[in-house]
């Protein structure tokens, strides 16, 4: 959307004045992530007071209101201040959803369900991805319809949540939370089917009326909580540290530094890339997450996207669209310009079985009941003030110093595994009240 000559018309976007491009192309990322903050921060209010379901309800309708926002936007102030709603209801999502699924899930398949839930987020970008590619074919460049339809497109899944999630249940544990155990004995039965639930129910209760008093946000950063607060703030920041929305915020601007010159090639190539996360991403929590564990797959796969983040820098520092100013066709695509896409998609396998999945899971885990809405509230907001710089200055890093860019997000990549490798336990296999005593 962000590289569509109508787009940059309508707009009043100077191609050929890139740092104006780049830091207009900042903007319109970031301040969704501002709004992702503040929507991850004030969905802890909610999440405690009308329990996960109708905020996860609420989130969505926030989401689709801003949608229409930059649907029928007319300059970038109105577009802007649709992606800040947006962001409201993703920043609230991004908290609540883990937390529903971590509070629903039988302990065998917290992985696999927690993995679920990633799995869909990249079906959603390779979607976002192939819309704007198919649209790009069927539409003419110069139409403001290139760029409206995919944001059409944006709100039909908000759509789909707000209604689907009328027909789901509240958890358990936030019913017990509330006094209302023989409705909560009754949502576990329902979802663990002829299981027999006494135990679980006792677990959740006992876990209840020891953490009852803990509260309050002092509570939350006080030294018996202090440990896995930190941890999952770390995990947060380091997952967008190593770089990953870059690639998945400004993908065709990265194909087209690595060897690709038309927008068609560099629209397919993101494509292709969203299919192979989604794709990944099925593999990983279907079978990995539960047999592996989380620490290992965060140690392994940071390394292994650190040295495809140097390999890259080396190919687009070798190919010769970077030493000419000519550019190059797909067609006449260079071996270093391969090569580099290989490996651009190679970081997509490694952090779709690792960084992606892997720190939401764990965030929604490590926290304690009566903390989890406030704790994991705040390690998302986290994410997202990370996310929103790198959303803001990587378009100039890229514009300014590419090679540069990927041997800095290839170095966060090694710092992320070795501060796994020294301060993570290790919480497979464990029920949200084990994880507890972990700490």
């Not at 009941?369 to 390690?379: D, I, Q, V, Y």
């Amino acid at each position: 959307m962000l590289i569509a000559p109508s787009f940059q018309t309508y707009f009043h976007i100077d191609p050929n004045n890139k740092i104006q491009e780049a830091e207009i192309n900042g903007n319109i990322v970031s301040v969704l992530q501002v709004g992702c903050l503040f929507g991850s921060l004030l969905a802890t209010s909610t999440a405690d007071a009308l329990g996960r379901k109708y905020s996860i309800m609420t989130a969505a309708f926030v989401f689709t209101i801003g949608g229409i926002f930059q649907i029928i936007g007319y300059n970038l102030m109105i577009l802007y201040l649709g992606r800040v709603i947006s962001g409201l209801g993703v920043g609230a999502l991004s908290m609540l959803v883990p937390i529903y699924v971590a509070e629903i899930a039988h302990q065998r398949h917290r992985g696999l369900l927690g993995g679920l839930w990633m799995f869909f987020i990249a079906t959603g970008l390779a979607s976002s991805y192939w819309s704007n590619y198919i649209v790009r074919i069927l539409i003419d460049q110069h139409d403001n319809m290139l760029w409206r339809i995919p944001l059409i497109i944006q709100v039909v899944p908000s759509i789909m949540l707000l209604f689907g999630m009328a027909w789901l249940f509240e958890t358990p544990r936030w019913l017990c939370a509330h006094n209302r155990s023989e409705e909560a004995l009754q949502v576990l039965c329902k979802i663990r089917g002829s299981e027999d639930v006494k135990e679980e129910m006792e677990q959740i209760q006992s876990s209840l009326s020891v953490q009852a008093k803990n509260t309050s946000w002092k509570q939350v950063i006080s030294v018996p909580h202090r440990k896995r607060l930190l941890l999952g703030i770390s995990i947060q920041a380091l997952q967008q540290m190593t770089g990953t929305n870059v690639i998945n915020y400004f993908s065709p601007i990265i194909f087209k530094s690595i060897g690709l010159s038309s927008n068609e090639a560099e629209l397919l190539a993101t494509g292709v890339y969203g299919i192979l996360k989604m794709i990944v991403v099925l593999i990983g929590f279907s079978s990995l997450i539960d047999r592996f564990g989380r620490r290992p797959l965060l140690i392994g796969g940071g390394v292994a996207m650190g040295m495809c983040m140097y390999a890259v820098s080396v190919c687009v520092a070798l190919n010769p669209i970077n030493k000419t100013p000519q550019g190059m066709d797909v067609s006449s695509i260079s071996a270093t310009a391969a090569l580099g896409i290989v490996f651009m998609y190679s970081y997509a396998v490694f952090f779709a079985l690792s960084w992606g999945p892997c720190p939401w899971l764990y965030c929604s885990e490590i926290y304690p009941m009566s903390t989890r809405a406030k704790s994991t509230s705040l390690t998302t907001a986290v994410n997202w003030i990370f996310n929103a710089v790198i959303g803001k200055v990587s378009p100039i890093m890229l514009a300014t110093n590419t090679i540069g860019t990927y041997i800095f997000f290839g170095s966060w990549c090694i710092a992320a595994s070795v501060f796994c490798f020294g301060f993570l336990p290790e919480t497979k296999g464990k029920t949200l009240e084990e994880i507890n005593s972990l700490f």
